[in-house]
């Protein structure tokens, strides 16, 4: 399994180097140009803000108040319903740790592209530095740079693009992975014990999943009504950690039509639904659609996402313990259900397109079925 490719996307220029090139740049190129997205200054969310959930996990799982438990579960539950994202603090992650990966990951992005292109992409394979879901010339680009690469287990790294990080840099990834393993098992026996899904299955599931991360460079634009740092999409994967590295405003996410601005938290990660998790709750949890605007003339924006998807040889499909008339509530799957690989082989073989990841297992009522079978 070594190295595996799952996809691969096509080699695009350096947003990044096209900045340094063009100082003074006053129009962006027109493949970067998204004529049929709503642009950011149509956004209104400033009433919104405080209404983004903080959770806190230290309450969650050491906390000897009874009611205090119960009222952080209640809200870590409404949260993930009604919002699919939140705020963590208290994460248990150090706080060393967490600076450290930081200036790790400014260092990389501040290195010469000579440096940074010994880990790019290699044709037909996702991991590396360059950009992901792009499968022809025409196609629209966003304004981000991105080091993609999986992370754990250990046997999935790619030796070549590990190699070519710094001794610290591959150090710190690997650390900061190690403890995102913790937390996010941690996220996922709580999600278990308020949806009553069976711990042993979410963590047979999930235990042993794929890690990935991705390091995301957004420099400032010209024209940054005209772009997207990002597309608007869902993640398809189980769970998603972001840590901002720095304090610029650009993740944005969809909550009653309209797109909210997610301000960064100091010590707090950003923890949002994917869509395995999705179709694992049989649809009690929402993936949510978000996407990263970019600024003008202000400092670069940068993140890393860290992404956990289930184990390899496992299943995607809504938990036996929320379907099975046996052992479970007798709930009908509200999805169908298919391999790992062959999940994961189909998002990253197409462009980024919303939802498409959930809708395509979505299971169709009588009226859909027809419909497709005349089409």
């Given at each position: 399994m070594e190295g595996e490719k799952f996809g691969g996307s096509l080699p695009v220029p350096n947003v990044q180097e096209l900045v340094k090139k063009e100082p003074h740049m006053k129009q962006v190129p027109a493949r970067y140009i998204q004529d049929d997205i709503a642009p950011p200054n149509i956004v209104d969310s400033s009433s919104l803000l405080d209404q983004i959930p903080v959770i806190d996990l230290h309450a969650l799982l050491y906390s000897s108040d009874h009611d205090l438990f119960q009222s952080e579960l209640h809200k870590l539950d409404d949260a993930c319903k009604n919002w699919g994202f939140f705020h963590l603090v208290n994460h248990g992650v150090s706080t060393s740790l967490v600076k450290q990966m930081k200036s790790e990951i400014e260092q990389f992005f501040d290195s010469p592209i000579e440096e940074k292109t010994k880990l790019e992409q290699e044709p037909g394979d996702v991991q590396g530095y360059g950009q992901?879901?792009?499968?022809?010339?025409?196609?629209?680009?966003?304004?981000?740079?991105?080091?993609?690469?999986?992370?754990?287990?250990?046997?999935?790294?790619?030796?070549?693009?590990?190699?070519?990080?710094?001794?610290?840099?591959?150090?710190?990834?690997?650390?900061?992975?190690?403890?995102?393993?913790?937390?996010?098992?941690?996220?996922?026996?709580?999600?278990?014990?308020?949806?009553?899904?069976?711990?042993?299955?979410?963590?047979?599931?999930?235990?042993?999943?794929?890690?990935?991360?991705?390091l995301n460079y957004y420099p400032p634009c010209p024209q940054p009504d005209l772009v997207t740092g990002l597309t608007p999409h869902s993640d398809p994967v189980g769970l998603t950690i972001l840590l901002q590295?720095?304090?610029?405003?650009?993740?944005?996410?969809?909550?009653?039509?309209?797109?909210?601005?997610?301000?960064?938290?100091?010590?707090a990660f950003i923890v949002n639904i994917g869509d395995v998790l999705e179709i694992f709750s049989n649809g009690a949890y929402k993936s949510i659609l978000h996407r990263a605007i970019v600024q003008s003339e202000v400092e670069k924006r940068m993140s890393i996402a860290t992404f956990i998807t289930p184990r390899l040889d496992g299943k995607v499909g809504p938990a036996k313990s929320l379907t099975c008339p046996k052992t479970g509530t007798g709930t009908a799957p509200q999805f169908y259900t298919v391999s790992v690989t062959d999940f994961i082989k189909g998002y990253i073989g197409r462009e980024l397109d919303l939802k498409s990841n959930v809708d395509a297992l979505r299971v169709k009522g009588p009226e859909e079925e027809g419909d497709l079978k005349e089409k």
């Open positions: 992901a879901y792009v499968f022809s010339d025409q196609q629209k680009l966003d304004w981000c740079d991105m080091l993609y690469l999986f992370t754990l287990p250990i046997h999935l790294r790619k030796p070549r693009l590990w190699q070519n990080l710094t001794p610290s840099f591959s150090e710190t990834l690997n650390e900061y992975s190690s403890e995102l393993r913790k937390l996010f098992m941690k996220l996922l026996n709580l999600f278990a014990k308020i949806l009553n899904i069976d711990e042993e299955e979410i963590g047979d599931l999930f235990e042993e999943g794929m890690q990935s991360s991705r590295v720095n304090n610029v405003d650009g993740l944005q996410i969809q909550h009653n039509g309209s797109w909210v601005l997610i301000k960064p938290l100091p010590d």
